[in-house]
């Protein structure tokens, strides 16, 4: 599965952003999908995913309210929605999926087998 992950760029605070991330290879259906960050010197960090099974929904709880996760299998696509843009937002946004994930690691980076390469999201004040 290739992951390319797109929509990034500057905002204000405050505003909205929308990134996508669109899978080819493989059917996407059957994958557990997120979405990790990492800010400048910091460590990757979990902000969303969306459960293969079921389509149950997991944030960052300090993101929850804010961020939105969803995907359309038809065009094998992921989303993630950002609204209320802070610039503690700003970092590197990466797209990943895994097929054999268990709901204790959704928010493991570790347990996600593909990637995406990453887009930029910067958000001034």
């Known amino acids: 599965v290739q992951l390319q992950a797109s929509g990034g760029g500057s905002a204000q605070a405050g505003d909205s952003l929308g990134l996508s991330c669109t899978a080819s290879g493989r059917t996407f259906s059957g994958y557990t999908v997120g979405w990790f960050r990492q800010a400048a010197g910091e460590e990757r960090e979990f902000v969303a995913a969306m459960f293969r099974n079921s389509g149950s929904t997991y944030y960052a709880n300090s993101l929850r309210g804010r961020f939105t996760i969803s995907r359309d299998n038809a065009k094998n696509t992921v989303y993630l929605q950002m609204n209320n843009l802070k610039p503690e937002d700003t970092a590197v946004y990466y797209c990943?999926?895994?097929?054999?994930?268990?709901?204790?690691?959704?928010?493991?980076?570790?347990?996600?087998?593909?990637w995406g390469q990453g887009t930029q999201v910067t958000v001034s004040s």
């Open positions: 990943a999926a895994g097929g054999r994930i268990i709901l204790s690691s959704i928010r493991n980076s570790r347990a996600y087998d593909y």
